[in-house]
């Protein structure tokens, strides 16, 4: 078959969500998530959103990005599906021919698939995706690790927090959602030690009320005993809905060395959880997790997805 490849457009978005929907079995994508994926990434290109058509009707799509993450040069497969009536003719290695291409001559020193940091629908190849998994292979990528998504049961508990909150209060330490004009700060925060986590936060910070809790320690006054300074700093936070948009996403979070084995991880956690579901979930999703003891521990969350991660070597 000859195989028609054109660059995405605008107009695309709707025929391309109902394209995605048909043929990813285990997914489901509204168009507001699917525009998040494609404009609203930090590093969109739509010459590398390539849609293999036959007349009006779209038959294949592969979505590539390249992002510069500590001195390497990244190229990812972001989105991918054929039409389940015209797979095993060639149209995914064509959009991948084409897309490699493209990653070459912009110099790309190594590609992935899906675990795309900033902005990912899923951080790897659901292995169910079988087809997938053989496309990989058969493409010349070699499998280096897996991410696993975390679930949480919504309903299982209140998520209150305020006892714990005025204990660690007594001690200078003040949790509160962060305000808007608070991004600055909480930037600044995490930009040395997780800076591939500003996107995300930025994100968060588009929520009214910001989808954002933060830690602030308050320098005791040497003079007045346990009054606390007014200006605190920032020394933990939590985040979600910065990824995935009205989907339940949890996360990034992190607390700054000084301060951990507090008890503020687990506060800021569950303040996060009860947004949550106060937004109408009635599942977190606790996503490409590293401390899984942590999550158990305070949320009860229980392994859900996993996904495999490949990659290939250009140079
Ligand atoms: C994965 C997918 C995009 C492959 O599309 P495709 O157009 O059928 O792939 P191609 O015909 O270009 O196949 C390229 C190579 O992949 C391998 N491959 C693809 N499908 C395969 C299958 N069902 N069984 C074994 N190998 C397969 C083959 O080695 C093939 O080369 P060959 O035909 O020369 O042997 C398609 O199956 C799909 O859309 N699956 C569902 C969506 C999906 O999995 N997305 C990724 C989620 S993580």
Same mark, same amino acid.
């Given at each position: 078959m000859?195989?028609?490849?054109?660059?995405? $457009?605008?107009?695309?978005?709707?025929?391309?969500?109902?394209?995605?929907?048909?043929?990813?079995?285990?997914?489901?994508?509204?168009?507001?998530?699917l525009?998040?994926k @494609?404009e609203?990434?930090?590093?969109?290109?739509?010459?590398?959103?390539?849609?293999?058509?036959?007349?009006?009707?779209?038959?294949?799509?592969?979505?590539?990005?390249?992002?510069?993450? !500590?001195?390497?040069?990244y190229?990812?497969?972001?989105?991918?599906?054929?039409?389940?009536?015209y $797979?095993?003719?060639g149209?995914? !290695?064509?959009l991948y021919?084409?897309l490699?291409?493209?990653f070459i001559?912009?110099?790309v /020193?190594?590609?992935?698939?899906?675990?795309?940091p900033?902005?990912y629908?899923?951080?790897?190849? /659901?292995?169910?995706?079988?087809e997938?998994? *053989?496309f990989a292979?058969?493409?010349?990528?070699?499998?280096?690790? /897996?991410? #696993?998504?975390?679930?949480?049961? @919504?309903?299982?508990?209140v998520?209150?927090?305020?006892?714990?909150?005025?204990?660690?209060?007594?001690h200078g330490?003040e949790?509160?959602?962060?305000?808007v004009h608070e991004?600055?700060?909480?930037?600044?925060?995490?930009?040395?030690?997780?800076? @591939?986590? #500003?996107?995300?936060?930025?994100?968060?910070?588009n929520?009214?009320?910001?989808?954002?809790?933060?830690?602030?320690l308050?320098? $005791?006054?040497?003079?007045?005993?346990?009054?606390?300074?007014?200006?605190?700093?920032?020394?933990?936070?939590?985040?979600?809905?910065?990824?995935n948009?009205?989907?339940?996403?949890?996360g990034?979070?992190? #607390?700054?060395?000084e301060? !951990?084995?507090?008890?503020?991880?687990?506060i800021? @956690?569950?303040r *996060?959880?009860k947004?949550?579901?106060?937004?109408g979930?009635?599942?977190?999703i606790?996503?490409?997790? /590293?401390?899984i003891?942590?999550?158990?521990?305070?949320?009860?969350a $229980?392994v859900?997805?996993?996904?495999w991660?490949y990659?290939?070597?250009?140079?």
């Open positions: 000859e195989h028609q490849i054109r660059t995405y $457009r605008p107009e695309d978005l709707s025929n391309l969500t109902e394209f995605l929907n048909a043929n990813l079995d285990y997914d489901s994508l509204s168009k507001s998530l525009k998040e @494609l609203g990434d930090p590093d969109w290109e739509p010459e590398k959103a390539l849609i293999c058509h036959d007349g009006e009707k779209i038959i294949g799509f592969m979505q590539g990005v390249i992002r510069d993450i !500590r001195g390497t040069k190229g990812y497969i972001k989105l991918m599906a054929v039409g389940k009536s $797979r095993r003719q149209i995914a !290695r064509a021919e084409e490699e291409g493209c001559s912009d110099n /020193d190594v590609v992935r698939i899906y675990d795309v900033k902005n629908f899923m951080p790897g190849i /659901d292995p169910r995706y079988t997938a998994v *053989c292979i058969r493409m010349g990528f070699k499998r280096f690790g /897996d991410a #696993t998504n975390l679930i949480v049961d @919504l309903n299982e508990s998520w209150d927090t305020a006892r714990e909150e005025k204990s660690l209060k007594i330490i949790i509160k959602r962060a305000e991004k600055q700060n909480v930037i600044d925060f995490v930009k040395d030690e997780w800076a @591939l986590w #500003t996107h995300e936060i930025g994100m968060a910070f929520d009214d009320p910001p989808s954002i809790h933060i830690a602030h308050h320098a $005791r006054l040497p003079r007045h005993g346990g009054q606390a300074s007014r200006q605190g700093k920032i020394k933990a936070f939590s985040a979600h809905n910065g990824n948009k009205g989907t339940g996403w949890f990034p979070m992190g #607390t700054h060395p301060l !951990r084995g507090k008890g503020i991880g687990s800021l @956690l569950k *996060c959880l947004d949550i579901k106060l937004m979930q009635k599942r977190a606790i996503p490409w997790i /590293d401390h003891d942590f999550y158990v521990h305070h949320a009860n $229980r859900d997805r996993v996904f991660r990659e290939k070597l250009l140079k």
